[in-house]
C-alpha cells in the first residue's frame, strides 16, 4: 500500500526512540521519550502514535526492537513482556498489548540486538548475506542473530554476551564486573569494565595498545565462537566500545589464531576483512529493525 | 502419494548406510556398504537404489546425511560436494551430482549432524520444539542445529566441536590430540582423547568418577555456549562417549554453575534435564535425518 504508515519502537534503557514512516521507510515523524517508570513512558509512546495516525493516517502495523531478556515464544502468555531485569519497575512488563489494544494493528516484537542483526542482514553490512550475526559492545554486550529471512529466537533468544572466554595473559588479576558471572565476556570486555580496569574508553586512552590487545582478543573468541556455531556470514560488532576501530583487526587475527586455517574459515585476511565488519547503519540498526519487525509482522 | 519411494543415505566415514523407504517412512530395502574409494563406493550405491527402484518403484527423492565439512550453499558449483577433509581421496568428492544425474530426482544432503538434529526435532527428544541442538561425541565432536522446521546453515555449517574451553583443573597438562588446535573441544573430549588419558572408554573404567568430571567439565562449556548462542528448547548429547550416563549430570551441573541462574536459563533441576538429554532415536538419527531431507528436497 503506497499510503501506509509504520510505527517503528526502539525501546531502550535510558530512551524510547519512536518513528512513524512511510512504505519506503522515510521517517514522517520521530520522538525520543526519556524511558522512566513503564506507566509513563508507554503513556508518552502511545500519545505519540496516536496523535501521528490522525495526522498521517492509519498504522498497519508497530514493530518494537526493545532491551531485554524479552518473553518471544508466540504461544506464551506473557509474550512480548520484559522478563526479569535488574532495571526497577520494568519486569514483566509487556510492551506488546497495551499498544496492541490501542492501535489494533500488526505487531512485532524482539531483542534490539535481534532486530539490529535483521535490519543490517536486509539493508546494511549484511546485505545479501543468508546469514547474519550483530554484537553490540557497550555498557553490556549482546548478540542477534538473523538466519535467512528471520531472527533466531527459542527458549528465549541469544544472550551471548555471558560466554565463557579464556584469560589474556596479561590480564589475569581483573576479576570481572559481571554481578551474575564475574569474569565473563560482558565482565571482561563491556564499558564498565573497561573503565574499571584502564579508567577512561578505549578510544580515550593515549596508548591503547594493550588494552586494545586485551579487549580485542576476548571479542575474539566471541567471533571464532560464533563462527563455529552459527556459521555466519558477516560478522558485525557495533556499540559504543567498537569506536576503538584497532579492535578490528585484533579481533580478525584472534579468530585466524582460534580457527587456525580448520575447514577453510576465514582463511585468508581478505576473507576475515569481509567477515568481520564494523555496522553499516551505525546507530540506526535498532530503530530501522523495528521497521523491519512491523513489515514482517504485517505479512505474516 | 501412497506409493511414493524414498532413499536415505547416512554417509560416514567407514560405512555408507543405504534405505529405500515407503511415504511412512517404513524400510522396505536397506544395505551397508564400506566407504573405500569414492568411485566404487559411490558405484555401489547407485547400484543398490538402481536394484530397488526396479523392484520397488521410482524414487521420489533422495537424501543424504554425510561427514563433512560440505558445500551446501545452494548457489555454489560445489553443492553438495565434501570439502578439504583428511579421509583420503574423498576431498572435493560431489556426493549429489551422480545421483542427481542418474535418478533425476529431488535430492537433499546436510551433515550428519544437522540431519540428526532435524530427525531428533521431528520425531524423537526434540519432537515438539522449535530449535534444537544435536551434539555427537565419539571419534570427533560436532553438533548439528535445527531452528524452526529447518537445520542451521550459512557460510558453511556449524563445527561446534572446535571451540575452546576452560581447562579443568585437574587436567592442566594434556596438550589435547585435535591435529589443528590442540586443546580445543574435541582435543580434550573426544574419544581418542578420552583414551590418551585414562586408557579406556568411560564406560570401560573401573572408576570413572575423575575421568567423567573432567569430560562432563568440558561438554558442559559447550552446552552452556550453545545456550547462550542458539537459545535451544532441547540440546541433545549422543555418540560413543555418552554410553557413560554419568556425563549427563555432570553437563547439567556445569550448565547451571556457569550460567548461574542468568535470565531463568535451565534455573531448575527439573528445566535441566527437560533441556539436556539424550537422542530419542539413538543411532537412527542419521538415516532418519536423511530420510526428512529427502522430503524437504521433494517439497522445496
Not at 23 to 44: E, F, N, Q, S, V
Not at 92 to 103: A, E
Not at 157 to 171: A, F, K, S, W
Request: proline share 6%; net charge negative.
Amino acid at each position: 500500500m503506497r499510503n501506509a504508515r509504520y510505527g517503528a519502537i526502539e525501546a531502550g534503557g535510558t530512551k524510547f526512540i519512536c518513528e512513524v514512516t512511510d512504505a519506503d521507510g522515510t521517517p514522517l515523524a520521530a520522538t525520543r521519550i526519556a524511558t522512566t517508570t513503564p506507566k509513563d513512558t508507554l503513556a508518552a509512546v502511545m500519545a505519540f502514535f496516536d496523535t501521528q495516525q490522525q495526522q498521517l493516517g492509519v498504522i498497519s502495523a508497530i514493530g518494537i526492537a526493545a532491551f531485554g531478556p524479552l518473553d518471544l515464544r508466540p504461544d506464551s502468555p506473557a509474550f512480548g513482556s520484559i522478563l526479569a531485569t535488574p532495571k526497577p519497575q520494568w519486569s514483566h512488563v509487556n510492551l506488546v498489548s497495551p499498544l496492541q489494544q490501542r492501535f489494533g494493528c500488526a505487531m512485532g516484537i524482539d531483542t534490539d540486538v535481534n532486530a539490529a542483526a535483521l535490519a543490517e542482514a536486509l539493508q546494511g553490512a549484511g546485505k545479501g548475506c543468508s546469514n547474519v550475526v550483530y554484537v553490540t559492545v557497550g555498557t553490556g554486550i549482546g548478540g542477534g542473530v538473523f538466519t535467512e529471512g528471520r531472527t533466531l529466537k527459542g527458549a528465549l533468544h541469544p544472550e551471548m554476551g555471558h560466554i565463557r572466554v579464556l584469560r589474556h595473559p596479561h590480564d589475569a588479576d581483573f576479576a570481572g564486573c559481571c554481578p551474575f558471572h564475574g569474569d565473563c565476556l560482558e565482565g571482561l570486555a563491556s564499558g564498565p569494565a573497561i573503565a574499571a580496569r584502564f579508567g577512561k574508553p578505549l578510544d580515550q586512552l593515549a596508548d591503547a595498545t594493550a588494552a586494545v590487545d586485551i579487549i580485542g582478543y576476548y571479542l575474539g573468541q566471541l567471533a571464532a565462537t560464533c563462527i563455529l556455531l552459527l556459521s555466519p556470514e558477516r560478522l558485525i560488532f557495533g556499540g559504543g566500545v567498537m569506536q576503538q576501530q584497532a579492535l578490528y583487526p585484533v579481533i580478525r587475527q584472534t579468530v585466524s589464531r582460534l580457527i587456525n586455517g580448520y575447514v577453510g574459515i576465514g582463511a585468508t585476511d581478505t576473507a576475515l576483512q569481509q567477515l568481520i565488519v564494523p555496522p553499516g547503519l551505525g546507530e540506526h540498526a535498532g530503530i530501522a529493525g523495528a521497521l523491519a519487525l512491523a513489515k514482517q509482522a504485517e505479512a505474516a
